[in-house]
Structures are given as structure tokens and as C-alpha cells.
């Protein structure tokens, strides 16, 4: 499984692309409108400078001609800006659009299989099953990582399974054991990811010992 980070902030993605285990970044209206200094159009272009994987960069328009017209002009920004579209019938016109042109997309608020399929069927490059949105209403979104993984298996589907809306440490763990191609991390669940006690506890009694030498 990939990591990608979920943030339009430029300190978290410097932070992360420097641990040199980043191969992309996914950005959403929410996460872009915490970015007060800068236009969306600037932002995605510092991203796609310094990463050189996949830069998820979100429409807002709802009908698919809208979609195609904002999504090829933030196409133009760099090589690497994926579209990412809602799961919407008008969502999946785009998305066949956007494929025919070679221009990779992302379906996001991606929340049972059947949506996952025709997401895929239509064309997206990746789709994007939200864990956390799902544990909030009581539904198991991990459940739905290893459905959807299943069924891309046993149809030869290649669309890549982006875990998403992700909130702790066994989010990550478990997406990944349960087929999730990618999984896109906010900054401070990264940062989780490393930490354990006993490994401070042995740098520590490592540290204590060489210096009593
Ligand atoms: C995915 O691409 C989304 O940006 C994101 O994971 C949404 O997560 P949230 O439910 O924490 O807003």
C-alpha cells in the first residue's frame, strides 16, 4: 500500500514528501478553504512542483459540463493533477470525459461497492471509500475497503482503491491488509505511524548506556 497525504498545507507536505515515503497528495474543498494566503490554482501548482506522484484537485461544479470545463483547466496546472469528481451519475459523465483525454481522476465520497464499480466502470483512475465518514454513522468502512478489493480481484479491475477520511493508526493498518491500494493520510496520522513506546524507550537506554561507557 501507498501513502498519500490529505492536506492543502504546504508545511505538512513538505514535512511528509521529506520522509521520502510519499507518493501523492489528495486535496478537498474543505482542506483548500483552510488555506487562506493563496488561490487554489497557486496552491496546486506549489504541490505538483515538489511531488511528483498524484495531486488530487477537486471540482466544484455539479453538472458534467461544468466538471469537464473547471477539470481541464486545473489539468493545464501539471502532469500530474488527478480530477477528483463526486460520485454522481454527472460526476461519472466527466469522469468517462476526463478518460478519454488521458486525464486521470478520482471519485471521491466513494460509501458502498456498487458506487466503487461504476466509479471504476466509467473510467476513474482511483476511487475513494471514506472509513472514518462510515464508523461515524455506525457502518463498518473497513468492511467496505475489503468489497470493494474483492470484487476489483475477481473482475481484473485496475481503478486503485484509495482509502480515505481516515482517523487513526488501524485505519492505515487495516486498509492496507485488507487491499487498499493507497491509503491518503491526514499529517498528524502520519506522525502517528511512527511513534510506539518502546521505541522511545530504547533510544533512550540506548543512549543512557553509550554515554556511561
Ligand atoms: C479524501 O480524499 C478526502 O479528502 C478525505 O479523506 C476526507 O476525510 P474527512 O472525512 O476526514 O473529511
Redesign the pocket.
Given at each position: 500500500m501507498k501513502f498519500f497525504i490529505?492536506t492543502a498545507n504546504m508545511n505538512e507536505i513538505r514535512e511528509a514528501y521529506a520522509l521520502g515515503l510519499l507518493s501523492g497528495v489528495?486535496?478537498?474543498p474543505?482542506?483548500v478553504a483552510k488555506e487562506k494566503d493563496v488561490s487554489f490554482e497557486d496552491r496546486l501548482k506549489e504541490i505538483t512542483d515538489l511531488v511528483p506522484g498524484s495531486v488530487?484537485a477537486e471540482v466544484i461544479a455539479l453538472d458534467a459540463e461544468g466538471m469537464i470545463r473547471e477539470g481541464m483547466e486545473l489539468a493545464k496546472i501539471a502532469p500530474n493533477i488527478t480530477i477528483?469528481v463526486p460520485m454522481t451519475p454527472e460526476g461519472l459523465k466527466a469522469v468517462h470525459a476526463f478518460s478519454k483525454e488521458g486525464i486521470k481522476t478520482?471519485v471521491?465520497l466513494i460509501f458502498n461497492a456498487n458506487q466503487a464499480l461504476l466509479a471504476a466502470r466509467a473510467g476513474a483512475s482511483y476511487v475513494?471509500p471514506?472509513l472514518?465518514?462510515l464508523d461515524d454513522i455506525g457502518q463498518n468502512g473497513l468492511d467496505l475497503i475489503s468489497t470493494i478489493a474483492e470484487i476489483f480481484a475477481v473482475h481484473g479491475i485496475e481503478t486503485e482503491i484509495?482509502a480515505?477520511?481516515?482517523?487513526h493508526p488501524m485505519h492505515v493498518t487495516e486498509a492496507a491488509l485488507r487491499g487498499a491500494h493507497i491509503a491518503?493520510i491526514?499529517y498528524k496520522v502520519l506522525m502517528q505511524l511512527f511513534h510506539h513506546p518502546l521505541t522511545d524507550k530504547g533510544i533512550e537506554a540506548f543512549l543512557k548506556d553509550w554515554n556511561s561507557r
Open positions: 490529505d489528495t486535496t478537498n474543505t482542506l488530487s477528483k478520482n471521491t475513494s471514506f472514518g465518514r484509495i480515505a477520511s481516515i482517523r491518503t491526514p
